[in-house]
DNA sequence: TTTTTGTGTCAAAACGATTTGACAAAATTT
DNA sequence: AAATTTTGTCAAATCGTTTTGACACAAAAA
């Protein structure tokens, strides 16, 4: 492997001075300079990137931890955080969500060992506070579409907005009575969605069953157990809030093989906007998220901190955009 | 940030002696061993793993460059890859793709920094090589799921094998006239799969019409398209193989819309068994890519080369599993 | 008892870059 | 012409580990 000290003694000068000529923080002169980059080229010299980190203590590189990298929404975030840091010259390194979950040690000794410059957490299922109590507080951290406590910066999305615009839409389209497919009671997302739509609705004149609690899976499945459960046991609704796309999917065939008519007898509306519900049967209603956005600021501000030791606003809220589509065209 | 000196001092003993209780390379006595670990736990000592990638020469990371991370297809693989590694202590950095395509000065470098002891390259859409010729011989490097060349090791699926057992369960159902939608012609496995099939399908007795290169974009509207070239100008199959499940959705959709009942009147077979093959109103038959697999062999081989200079075969082949649903349930 | 072997520890030399104080030589100001 | 400033370069120190040759001391073998 090439080193400095090569292409130095090529160059017939010092090593400092190939430093200088490659960071520019001391003038040299320019046949000096000529001769110093003829040699890199020469020698095809790359600096070592550890030995670098070790003197300058950054890494140049940015954790990215998510619980489930399977999941798509970590992509889309991960994009818009690509596209700021990667022109920086920072990477993007992944810390699998098991690991991080499971050993609290390894996971503080981790961002602890200065391998990261900063990290990202996105999405994580978990609220439990534990592991990050082990980071140290001036690491740079942000999390990006959900709240890990009231310490650490978020980017969020404002679900009671999205809920609350899900029965304006219903409203407007002529529906009036309100019906609500929620995802597993404990995430917060969830929960506020479903004030937001309650509160909407209420406010925009749709009724209210007495039980507005189902909560199912995130998948299909759950859709379909959903919407069955809506039909036998709360009946009389005519506009479906699912909390995910997967629901909303199971909700309509559910309600098509009972012999209803999306969206004629009774509409649909789900989340996050999923590549299907574009080309459904029956295209979907949906909410789309900025998770390409939310990446993006995250990488900003996390750059912001470890470059200028600027400080991480605590929190940024930013909303979800309605697309409709069939399943609420009345 | 407390080093090893530090640890040195507290514990009374030299900092080589902390280092190998560290690491076990030169026997301790146990009574200082125990002072040393002591010293570690009260001062929260974690080495600096810059300090130790520069004198090891082994960072502990291993790239994953992707041309769209947003494909699923990477996040199974990475799934895989992670499984392997992360349990050794290695950690997987993003190279994105755009990255990867539009700098080769920028990506020789990178592989050279030593920043990465190794890297996976996975699906990559172009076939452009020059990437690669800067990138020196010995560094660790390793393709999923395509082929890069005659000197990059690979692991990839059976195509072939693919498209010849499609044509099989078509024939085994019953069907009888094969018809077939691929995508874009400039992938070799598009065209080992159209191999596959039209052999098969000459094999196993299903008529081949003359006209067999409908090639289309891989999404729902290529579909829609393929289908309509199909049924408006190739006409009589009862049989669509489809290059993937996207396609297979818009072939579908567009075959009911002319009226014709899937499987009854027309069979359809798509490929990567997305999620969505399994809740379409019709649920489609679909070959399984055996992805998580895919990723754990390749970093297996890239550990056992970075660990102990073992080469990695130059060619692995995977089969994908056909997935029977009710789109060819004839 | 003397020699050999084995244990446990240390000091010093790497690893490969960047930074800084020093200092000629050249350019500018008095 | 002397004093000052600027410019360009270098030598040496530093970042935080790991590795290795040396050595003291204890235990075993001669």
Redesign the interface.
Known sequence: ?VKITDVAKLAGVSPSTVSHVLNGKRPISEPTRQRVLQAIEELNY??????R??KSGL???IG?IATD????F???I??GV?SVI?PSGF??????GT?FKTNLGDT??FM????LDGAIIAQSITQDHRNLEFVPPEFPLITVNFDFGPHLPRIILDNYKGGWEAAEHFARKGFSRAGLIMGPSNRIASNDRQTGFLEGAKNFGLTIPQRNFIHVPFD?QGGVKGMEELLDEVGNVDAVFCANDYIA??AI?TAISRGLRVPEDIGVIGFDNRD?S??W?TTITSFDQPLYEMGKIAAQYLEDKILNHHEIPIQTVLSSRLIERESTRH
């Open positions: 492997m790359i600096p070592n990137a550890n030995a980190a070790m890494s140049g590189i990215f990298i399977t999941e798509l970590s992509n889309r991960i994009q690509e990667v990477h993007l390194l992944f810390v699998s690991e503080m000794a602890n060992s200065r391998k299909f999917v199971g065939q299907f574009e080309f049967p």
